[in-house]
């Protein structure tokens, strides 16, 4: 069964950063692309970022310049280098993949909190 575990989530000021990892098993080669989505309290679930097989990535406007994903195939992980936190980025980070035949998975997520 898949399974995505995030982690790296805390408590972090304003304009500090935090690096987020999801560890993917049984092999994060058996998808076509992962992502990360946030939800903050009552707001829905919005796309963070994403990146395909191919390298090819995207961003939401509001974190583009400030966060970056990446992969390492090697480690089965995929990571969110968030920098320039503000309070409006606060929510629980969730770790999405999806496979090649259009099944989509979901991580339960790691809680960011930015303070002030």
């Known amino acids: 069964q898949v399974l995505l575990v995030e982690s790296g989530g805390g408590l972090v000021q304003a304009g500090g950063s935090l690096r987020l990892s999801c560890i993917v098993s049984?092999?994060?080669?058996?998808?076509?692309?992962m992502g990360w989505f946030r939800q903050a309290p009552g707001k829905q679930r919005e796309l963070v970022a994403r990146?395909?097989?191919?390298?090819?990535?995207n961003y939401a406007d509001f974190v583009k310049g400030r966060f970056t994903i990446s992969r390492d195939n090697a480690k089965d992980t995929v990571y969110l280098q968030m920098s320039s936190l503000n309070a409006e980025d606060t929510g629980n980070y969730l770790c999405?993949?999806?496979?090649?035949?259009?099944?989509?998975?979901w991580g339960k997520g790691t809680l960011v909190t930015v303070s002030s």
């Open positions: 999405n993949a999806n496979a090649w035949r259009n099944d989509d998975y």
């Open positions: 049984p092999s994060i080669r058996s998808f076509k692309a």
């Open positions: 990146i395909t097989s191919d390298g090819i990535t």
